[in-house]
């Protein structure tokens, strides 16, 4: 093979390149010489005259003079086949991508900044748009699950737009209905499972037996629920799931009949369910029978979930149409709850307010993810705008380069063509690095944020992950691409190879694509770092409110709940819970103990229900969240005793029913907390009256964020038990929490009353606490690393724009200098250009940052979405830290010597 590169190298040395360009275009046109002489080759021309006339045609004439005047007219392509088209393109290709290469082996720096800063832009929207896909995208893992909806009721005279369903609605809808293919009744709890080894606490869901035929879930092993099982009265059965199958059994087969204790009652196992058999946000154990009683069901009594599948063409309209025809039949079919008159429920006004399950699953979730993947974008934005310029800066200096190819005969398509590879190979090698990063950091995401995304979910790198990468980095290579091809593709072949083009300085036009890169890129990082911001906000904000209770690491929480079946008599239950109380209480280190039914603080709201007011007759009952408890909880919690005084145990056991009321309730109704004192109040008319004795401080029941809803502290005795659970909370509050040997002595205290009661949900107040601004903290530490980030890129794009600009007025500032400028007023002129920059970033940046902050509305607590102090100090914060990255390669070149600035070109 002739060596091409000598003959090529003598053409070129009157340019006096540099050694890496002349090795560039030296590589190439000999690929080129080379694609030519094996041409000829094939054509049946022997060695010796194929390398005399690829000489010829390389040689003839002034192949730079003929090319340029060829440039200056028409050219009329002649006709060609698809096929020859397509391997023309083909071969174009092979060749750009050779070139790609060559040129990215001889630049590591510049492939490794590139790469870098498109791997980090890239992996995290990716990772985040794998969350978006399995909570927004995917459907749920149901066959035709976009035909099953939550039978979610609203009654807007009542102020509740989110009631669950009941026995009573389920037996009106599942005989009358005419839009339903089925229904189905379900809700969550624990129960106690003992046997072999300790007692256990399971969690457990109670469904009627349409629910897993709904779901079109087919068993492992076993059968589902049969209607039979699911009579009151029948023999009790249970369903395990299979990660329960695999810990408690070892997965053998032979559990199918076996009887397993639950809450006391012997379980028959009818079946195993599948591995992949998830349930909404619930981890679930086992399944029993929910076994609705008709002969017990009530109007308007909502406490369990419902769920129907719709018939095929039925619309959520014409379902929601059909469930008000079936109101009034509800109403009129089951009984009243006692104390309720039809005037108080027809004024409730309920109605449907049904939703798809995908909807209902999801909740308020969307808006965090979609927020999340907006600011995420906005990071790749500024990482393509970063790589965009360090494009522009590299095809500048390329100039020479693309006039030597386009006078040796390349057309503007090639050149374009070819730098657009080099973009996409660039944003492909980023892509994939990206995806690796992304399947890395997803499962530390996933983690983090496990307990807001329902375990029903399946998030993962699935195909349209990958089809998702694959376009994002496709069209990340295009949008920073497309910049130096629009500049550089028709480069100026007399004025480069003229001479100018090395002594000239940079005309201004060559500066805005970069300096509107840079404007781009503040704009964006202020968009992020005030929604950060906001959301530091929002976090201090929530951190500062008091939640009802004081040192929460200190107080250790439990949950208990006494089978039906185990005891019985409901006075028994109540002298029981007792007995644990002065057990807990008397362990070494315990300070005080307590306990209260429902739920814990801060978690989800208890029970309520209308209570009327003696001194108030014919007035409207008030609505009031209800809690049983025991004497000491507020000195357990911590919790301020306001007015009155304390409830004692001699409260649970006389004639004379006593309760305590919260803070904001005493003062709405009665003036202050000493005026409700010695107020009466009661449940219904067949209820006792409740004399006030006690007014506590505000708890937040439901949340951080959320109001403290008026409450209600009532004693455990038996003329309440109606409406009265099993199950309670104890709260322990001890140094010892979390030490060892702590939760052994709670739980040998328990057996010492009843030995088959196991503990469940054992937690730490603090852990809860914790909990309660989960989402909160994972949007903040999200949006904080994405604003940090993008700043970062920020301030390199500034930091390599005025370097860039810089060395491209060396020669000028070296004038200036030598006629007498000083150092302060040239470190002005250029920071000032600079700092107006930035000026027109943050003004652009203000309207993004607000728009966002709108989106981000329901995200807020304790700060407005326009709130003055944090976009005021983010934006002094941005021009402050890219003055510095702008002050220190100015106060560089205003060091040099100024008769070498004026040499150096």
């Known amino acids: 093979m002739p060596d091409w590169a000598q003959h090529v190298r003598t053409r070129l040395s009157p340019l006096r390149l540099s050694p890496t360009r002349e090795v560039e275009i030296v590589d190439e046109l000999s690929q080129h010489m080379d694609d030519r002489y094996r041409e000829l080759i094939a054509g049946d021309v022997s060695p010796e005259e194929a390398t005399l006339l690829v000489l010829a045609e390389f040689r003839s004439g002034n192949v730079l003079a003929r090319r340029m005047a060829s440039l200056r007219q028409a050219q009329v392509p002649a006709p060609i086949t698809l096929g020859a088209s397509t391997g023309h393109v083909l071969s174009d290709l092979w060749q750009d991508l050779r070139y790609a290469a060559r040129v990215f082996w001889n630049q590591p720096a510049f492939v490794a900044t590139a790469v870098l800063t498109l791997t980090l832009g890239i992996g995290a929207t990716t990772g985040i748009f794998s969350v978006v896909n399995g909570a927004l995208i995917k459907p749920l893992p149901f066959p035709e699950s976009d035909r099953v909806i939550a039978l979610v009721h609203q009654a807007p005279g009542a102020n509740q737009y989110k009631l669950a369903a009941s026995p009573a609605i389920y037996f009106t809808y599942r005989e009358n209905n005419q839009t339903f293919e089925s229904i189905a009744l379900w809700y969550s709890n624990t129960a106690s499972m003992t046997g072999a080894g300790n007692p256990e606490e399971v969690r457990r869901l109670q469904s009627t037996h349409e629910l897993l035929p709904l779901l079109r879930v087919q068993p492992l092993l076993g059968r589902t629920f049969s209607e039979a099982d699911d009579r009151p009265g029948s023999p009790h059965t249970v369903i395990l799931t299979h990660g329960f199958w695999q810990r408690r059994f070892g997965g053998a087969p ?13 379980h028959e196992v009818l079946g195993v369910l599948p591995p992949a058999f998830r349930f909404f946000h619930q981890q ?18 909502t406490g369990e979930r419902g769920i129907a599948r719709l018939k095929g063409g039925v619309t ?41 399950l995908k909807d209902d699953v999801i909740g308020d979730l969307d808006d965090v993810l979609w927020v999340l993947m907006a600011t995420i974008g906005m990071l790749l934005l500024v990482a393509c705008a970063n790589v965009a310029n360090l494009q522009l800066a590299r095809s500048e200096a390329r100039r020479q380069e693309l006039a030597i190819r386009a006078a040796l005969g390349a057309g503007w398509r090639r050149i374009a063509a070819s730098l657009l590879v080099e973009s996409i190979v660039l944003a492909l090698m980023g892509g994939i690095a990206g995806l690796a990063l992304a399947a890395t950091m ?20 699935d195909p349209a992950v990958l089809v998702f990468t694959l376009s994002l980095s496709l069209g990340a290579g295009l949008v920073f691409g497309l910049l130096p091809v629009v500049k550089y593709a028709h480069p100026n072949v007399a004025a480069m190879l003229g001479g100018g083009g090395r002594t000239h300085g940079p005309s201004p036009e060559r500066h805005r694509a970069r300096n509107s890169l840079v404007v781009l890129q503040v704009a964006l990082a202020l968009v992020l770092l005030v929604a950060s911001g906001l959301m530091i906000r929002t976090f201090l904000s929530l951190r500062g409110v008091d939640p009802g209770f004081t040192d929460p690491e200190q107080i250790q929480t439990l949950h208990l709940s006494i089978p039906r079946d185990a005891v019985r008599e409901f006075d028994r239950v109540i002298r029981m819970q007792q007995e644990i109380w002065h057990r807990l209480s008397a362990i070494a280190g315990v300070e005080s103990a307590a306990f209260s039914s429902r739920s814990l603080p801060l978690i989800a709201s208890g029970p309520t229900g209308p209570f009327s007011l003696a001194d108030k007759p014919g007035a409207a009952p008030v609505q009031m969240e209800f809690r049983y408890i025991s004497p000491s909880l507020f000195r357990t919690m911590g919790t301020r005793l306001v007015a009155g005084r304390d409830l004692q145990w001699t409260d649970y056991s006389g004639a004379r029913h006593v309760a305590i009321v919260s803070e904001t309730l005493a003062r709405r109704e009665w003036g202050s907390p000493a005026a409700a004192i010695g107020k009466q109040m009661r449940r219904s008319e067949k209820s006792p009256w409740l004399e006030v004795v006690g007014v506590a401080g505000d708890v937040r029941h439901r949340g951080l964020d959320q109001p403290a809803p008026d409450t209600v502290y009532l004693t455990s005795t038996e003329a309440l038990a109606p409406y009265m659970s099993r199950a309670a909370y104890f709260f322990v509050r001890s140094e010892r929490v979390g030490k060892a040997g702590f939760i052994d002595d709670l739980q040998q205290a328990i057996w010492s009353v009843n030995g088959s009661l196991p503990l469940g949900s054992v937690q730490t107040m603090g852990e809860i606490y914790h909990r309660s601004t989960a989402r909160t903290s994972l949007t903040l530490a999200l949006l904080s690393i994405t604003g940090a980030m993008t700043l970062a890129l920020g301030l ?19 004038v200036r ?22 000026a027109m970033g943050v003004a652009l940046g203000l309207g993004g940052a607000a728009l966002l902050a709108r989106l981000m509305k329901s995200l807020l607590f304790g700060v407005g979405a326009l709130d003055v102090t944090t976009y005021v100090t983010v934006s002094a914060i941005l021009v402050i830290t ?20 004026m040499r150096k070109e």
């Open 254 to 266: 032979a559990v199918l009949g076996e009887t397993l204790v639950v809450d006391g009652a012997p």
């Open 284 to 301: 679930v154990d086992i399944l029993t029978p929910a076994r609705p009683d008709r002969a017990r069901a009530f109007v308007p009594s």
């Open 316 to 356: 959520l309209d014409q379902a929601s149409a059909d469930v008000a025809r079936m109101i009034p039949i509800l109403i009129d079919s089951f009984p009243l709850v006692p104390g309720v008159t039809r005037e108080a429920v027809v004024n409730m006004r309920l109605g449907p307010n049904l939703r798809w």
């Open 442 to 461: 997803l499962p530390v995401l996933l983690s983090i944020a496990a307990q807001d995304l329902p375990s029903i979910l399946e998030i993962n790198i």
């Open 796 to 814: 390199v794009g500034i930091y390599g724009v005025i370097t860039y600009t810089l060395a491209q007025r060396t020669r000028e500032i070296g």
């Open 817 to 838: 200098m030598a006629l007498g400028a000083g150092n302060a007023g040239l470190k002005r002129m250029l920071l000032r250009q600079v700092l107006l920059l930035v």
């Open 882 to 901: 890219a003055a510095l990255a702008a002050y220190l390669p100015a106060r560089r070149v205003t060091r040099l010597d100024p008769m070498q600035a």
